[in-house]
């Protein structure tokens, strides 16, 4: 290799990185000589082929999700804070007033839920909000695999997601919400025009059978604990439905 | 090296700040993986050290103000990568940017464009390349970098990413024609 040209200037010709003047000068120069001519050739073969072979290695999705939970992990306030700060005064304030009159006007869930520190009442009651416009849903979604991974991150535990759309129960969706101040998975189905919401946080009490199902102001509810996950079923289906459903997600 | 300099990181970021790294840097994820794959010339060790890469330019965030945010993320993740390699695999290091002095044995652009057909081959020329000549291709050739980025990215000056680029081309094909069958049996 002789010709200072094929050395340098050659390859800002390439990369079109020589002002006017010089790549003037520089095509004035290949008309002469043959080296510069034939690495220009070879030089553009390659090129072609570098950009032609799928050498472009794409990240895989399995990066994305860990960089989402290292962004999720590392953004403050946490995640929840997204949802505007009235929305969560109001649900406390709710909370609280239920609590407070619950206190005086309602008996704890009997038998149903002996040991559990959530009253019939907060079930309904979640159960009636989730009712109100734009509460139902945080992830509006048919597919299970779409519901599930959305609560990666959002909750200390896995709740179980899946769709009974064949067996009459479709999946509608899944939210957070809170019971008792602690954080709780909520599953929502649809069973023809009613909704049922399903309640799921982690136990460390044995497992149970579906209880016999409890119900007040026209609303049913079933509960059970299965496999370290307290469920609750909450809905104005019949309850023989909500039995149905209880008896698919215990499965 | 001056990737890591942009400022002390603070270990959060607020939800507005987020949502600006996620519209700004997050959509360079496949340059940042696309360029530690070929330094580091593993998959495996890429996703990891991109992921890391890329919380650290999370967290350098506030230090990035405006510019070509693209460069500004490949910095750092060029920095991630060679702190990498001078931790785990020292030797590679060690080759790198040795003038070579002898002259280059000619090609014939049908030979290599023959040569270059093949993904394999190409992938294991530009792996024997140390990895100086390897980045400053990738970033021209796949990822379409300006010589001035390349130059903020790789931190060499920017006169002479040319001369870099010249070289490294010469090695591939060098590194092309010796790995062809015909080469190989001559020169056994």
Redesign the interface.
């Known amino acids: ?1 002789s010709c200072d040209y094929t ?6 010709y390439l ?1 079109g ?1 020589l002002d006017a003047t010089r790549a003037g000068e520089f095509e004035r120069h290949l008309e002469t000589c043959r ?1 510069c001519a ?2 220009l ?11 032609s ?8 999705v ?3 999700k ?2 989402r939970a ?2 999720d992990a ?4 946490a995640v929840t ?2 949802v505007p700060v009235w929305r969560w005064l109001a649900v406390t304030a709710a909370i609280l007033l239920v609590a407070s009159v619950s206190w005086y006007a309602w008996p704890r869930l009997q038998n149903s839920a002996a040991s559990s520190p959530v009253t019939a009442t907060e079930i309904i009651d979640a159960h009636v909000r989730s009712l109100q416009p734009g509460h139902l849903t945080d992830v509006a979604s048919t597919d299970q695999h779409t519901v599930k991974p959305w609560f990666d991150g959002k909750l200390a535990f896995v709740p179980p997601v899946k769709d009974f759309a064949d067996e009459g129960f479709p999946l509608v969706g899944g939210r957070l919400d809170v019971l008792s101040g602690q954080n709780v998975a909520a599953l929502v189905y649809a069973r023809r025009k009613h909704v049922i919401n399903v309640f799921v946080w982690p136990t460390k009490e044995p497992d149970t059978p579906i209880h016999p199902p409890g119900s007040r102001q026209g609303y049913q509810w079933l509960h059970w604990r299965h496999q370290g996950m307290e469920f609750c079923a909450v809905s104005d289906v019949s309850a023989s439905d909500l039995h149905e459903l209880a008896q698919l997600i215990y499965e | 090296m001056s990737g890591s300099d942009q400022g002390r990181g603070s270990d959060v970021l607020d939800v507005q700040e987020r949502a600006r790294f996620e519209q700004l840097v997050l959509p360079h994820l496949d340059a940042a993986f696309n360029l530690a794959r070929w330094l580091l010339k593993s998959r495996a060790d890429s996703e990891d050290v991109a992921q890391e890469a890329m919380l650290r330019a999370f967290r350098f965030f506030r230090g990035f103000h405006g510019g070509d945010a693209r460069a500004w993320l490949l910095q750092i993740v060029r920095n991630t990568c060679y702190t990498w390699l001078e931790k785990n695999r020292p030797v590679e290091l060690m080759t790198e940017f040795d003038e070579e002095m002898h002259p280059q044995p000619s090609v014939s652009p049908e030979s290599l464009a023959i040569a270059g057909d093949n993904r394999e081959r190409l992938t294991r020329a530009l792996e024997t390349l140390p990895p100086r000549f390897r980045e400053v291709l990738v970033l021209r050739e796949l990822e379409g970098c300006s010589y001035k980025e390349i130059a903020a990215i790789t931190a060499i000056p920017i006169g002479t990413v040319m001369s870099a680029l010249a070289r490294g081309r010469q090695r591939l094909q060098r590194a092309l024609t010796h790995a062809s069958p015909q080469e190989a049996s001559r020169e056994l």
């Open positions: 290799m050395r340098t200037v050659l390859h800002g990369d990185e080296e034939n690495t050739g070879a030089e553009e073969a390659l090129r072609s082929s570098l950009q072979s799928g050498l472009y290695e794409h990240a895989p399995s990066l994305r860990k960089i290292d962004l590392a953004t403050a306030p804070s997204w």
